[in-house]
């Protein structure tokens, strides 16, 4: 197994020796196999996509100021 460094904020550190019967080597192998999972779907569904980059930005932002004017906030 491959081991890597992670450098997290003094106070993030103070709060996990709070729970010292947790395994935060498994919590964070769990978070990243999360991620690459949720990657690799992404781009397996997109893999054929025609959109552009551009294309994807303007419609994420339509989306996101459509939920802002439904919520509210615009």
Do not use: Y
Not at 27 to 39: N, P, Q
Not at 43 to 59: C, H
């Amino acid at each position: 197994m491959t081991n890597i460094t992670l450098a997290i904020p003094e106070d993030l550190h103070e709060r996990m020796k709070q729970h010292s019967d947790i395994r935060w080597s498994a919590v964070i192998r769990k978070t990243i196999k999360e991620k690459i999972d949720t990657l690799e779907l992404l781009d397996e569904l997109t893999k054929n996509s025609k959109l552009t980059r551009k294309d994807v930005q303007e419609i994420a932002k339509k989306v996101n100021g459509e939920v802002a004017r439904k919520l509210g906030l615009k």
